[in-house]
């Protein structure tokens, strides 16, 4: 006798439910951040796989201004959750190096050269961690760290996520300089 079972398909690990929800809570809380509209950024539907616009893990989702953006995102925006075993220390930051060198190279290729990777670790404040640095006078990063590229030393500045919220993004990001300094537009 032979008992056939249905193979089901397997559901998704509580980690990656976690990871869809801290990049939904962290779209949210850019968009509004940055365009005053929660609805502007979202999860990239594919959790950044598929880079036919934008790359990365959150992205716009509805055409960006004119004006002041040039119809053009410079920002690659990476998510990062849970992983107590990656906590970072002035000792242990391979993690972050590798997460930030994937975001950069894809972020070069795109042309999106500012990273913002914000993660959450166990049990810590959230970090906002990118390669431009914000005005001293607005705010001071907690930590800079370098990291080697292609033979190259990168900075990354890091500063607490929830602490930058609370500022205004166009007085910590001047976007006109951006556009014209790293995108050439």
């Known amino acids: 006798?032979?008992?056939?079972?249905?193979?089901?398909?397997?559901?998704?690990?509580?980690?990656?439910?976690?990871?869809?929800?801290?990049?939904?809570?962290?779209?949210?809380?850019?968009?509004?951040?940055?365009?005053?509209?929660?609805?502007?950024?979202?999860?990239?539907?594919?959790?950044?796989?598929?880079?036919?616009?934008?790359?990365?893990?959150?992205?716009?989702?509805?055409?960006?201004?004119?004006?002041?953006?040039?119809?053009?995102?410079?920002?690659?925006?990476?998510?990062?959750?849970?992983?107590?075993?990656?906590?970072?220390?002035?000792w242990k930051k391979t993690q972050i190096d590798t997460w930030y060198k994937k975001a950069y190279l894809e972020g070069q290729i795109n042309n999106q050269p500012i990273v913002l990777l914000i993660c959450q670790f166990k049990h810590k404040q959230a970090l906002f961690m990118t390669n431009h640095l914000i005005d001293v006078n607005e705010v001071m990063f907690d930590v800079a760290f370098p990291v080697q590229i292609n033979g190259t030393t990168h900075y990354v500045y890091s500063y607490t996520f929830n602490k930058l919220l609370k500022k205004n993004f166009h007085s910590l990001f001047d976007i006109s300089q951006i556009m014209s300094e790293c995108c050439g537009l």
């Open 1 to 90: 006798m032979v008992i056939v079972t249905e193979i089901k398909k397997p559901r998704p690990t509580n980690q990656k439910r976690k990871g869809g929800f801290y990049e939904r809570k962290v779209a949210k809380e850019l968009a509004f951040w940055m365009f005053e509209d929660p609805d502007f950024i979202k999860r990239h539907p594919t959790s950044g796989a598929d880079k036919s616009i934008w790359c990365g893990d959150v992205a716009p989702m509805k055409q960006i201004p004119d004006e002041l953006w040039r119809r053009h995102f410079p920002f690659v925006i990476e998510t990062k959750t849970g992983y107590p075993q990656h906590s970072p220390d002035f």
